[in-house]
């Protein structure tokens, strides 16, 4: 299975994340916990040079809780300070800590200079369905006043103060990932990153019964109460079978099987899943 991939615009959006991490402080870069490597636009590296950052490995509830250890360990090695998150439902507290304490820096400078002290700005960043609007409904949450307009301010409406010391850009920046491989695109593709249309959902499915008989040898047997072994078009045979998905003449529904497979995985009913390991 060969994936194309045009993504298309990339210079104004690369612009437009540039100029608006001139305003901000510190960067939190979203990426799926279970692909942390598909799921790294390699443009931000470059964009956050000199930039405080910190990487919130997102969608943590859906992938390998060991796996999570092994990435949040091997990112923070390398300097890189790194939390393992869901944005659906995790407290913000231990998020907040951090950002407060990489963006320490900005009081000091101002205390320095004698210069009245000013809020911490942080920005949200990272391809897309990684979670960056969940993780900001969540940041702001209910207690929160949106910043007005203010005379001389021209960052006008779009900051919003999570406490007294930190406000949030309030609009993400996003890059479109730019793999160069075959792997990382078909993981982005399992992870429904890629729109669905533009695949062949039977093949992408049985692709996915591939990697995961490789990666988690007995899932789809304990889900679906089929043989892992032998070629995989008849493991998705199989599950079909199981799943009563047959059309007239006996032949199996292809599209629902591989739409059922898909979502079964995207959802973790398959199990916590991670594609990709340190
Ligand atoms: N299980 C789980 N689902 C999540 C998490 N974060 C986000 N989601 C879900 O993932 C989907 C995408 O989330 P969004 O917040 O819209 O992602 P986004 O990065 O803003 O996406 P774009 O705006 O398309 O770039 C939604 O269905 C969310 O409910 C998480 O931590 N865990
Ligand atoms: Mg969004």
């Not at 400078?109 to 004698?114: L, S, T």
């Not at 391809?127 to 969940?134: C, E, H, L």
């Not at 199989?238 to 959802?267: C, H, N, P, Q, W």
Request: glycine content about 6%.
């Amino acid at each position: 299975m060969h994936i194309q991939w045009y993504p298309g615009h990339m210079k104004k959006a690369r612009d437009m994340v540039q100029s608006h991490l001139k305003l901000v402080d510190v960067a939190l870069e979203l990426r799926d916990a279970r692909a942390p490597l598909a799921s790294e636009n390699p443009m931000f590296a470059d964009l956050l040079q000199g930039k405080k950052r910190l990487l919130l490995l997102n969608k943590a509830d859906l992938a390998d809780p060991c796996v999570n250890r092994e990435w949040t360990e091997a990112f923070s090695k390398e300097g890189l300070k790194t939390l393992a998150f869901n944005a659906r439902s995790d407290n913000t507290a231990e998020l907040i800590a951090l950002i407060l304490r990489e963006g320490a820096f900005v009081h000091e400078k101002n205390r320095r200079q004698g210069r009245k002290p000013r809020p911490i700005r942080l920005m949200v960043i990272g391809v897309p369905n990684v979670g960056k609007s969940s993780l900001i409904n969540r940041l702001v949450g209910r207690t929160t006043s949106r910043i007005e307009d203010r005379p001389g301010v021209t960052r006008g409406k779009q900051w919003v103060r999570l406490r007294k010391d930190l406000e949030l850009f309030d609009t993400p920046g996003i890059l479109w990932p730019k793999f160069i491989d075959q792997k990382k695109a078909l993981h982005l593709a399992f992870l429904g990153s890629i729109n669905d249309l533009v695949l062949d959902t039977t093949r992408l499915a049985i692709e996915l019964i591939k990697t995961l008989r490789e990666l988690y040898p007995g899932v789809l047997e304990a889900r679906y109460d089929v043989s892992e072994s032998g070629h995989p078009e008849e493991v998705f045979e199989a599950i079909a079978k199981r799943r009563g998905a047959i059309i007239s003449g006996g032949r199996i529904d292809e599209e629902r099987t591989a739409v059922m497979l898909l979502d079964e995985f995207r959802s973790a009913k398959i199990g916590r899943i991670s594609l990709e390991r340190p």
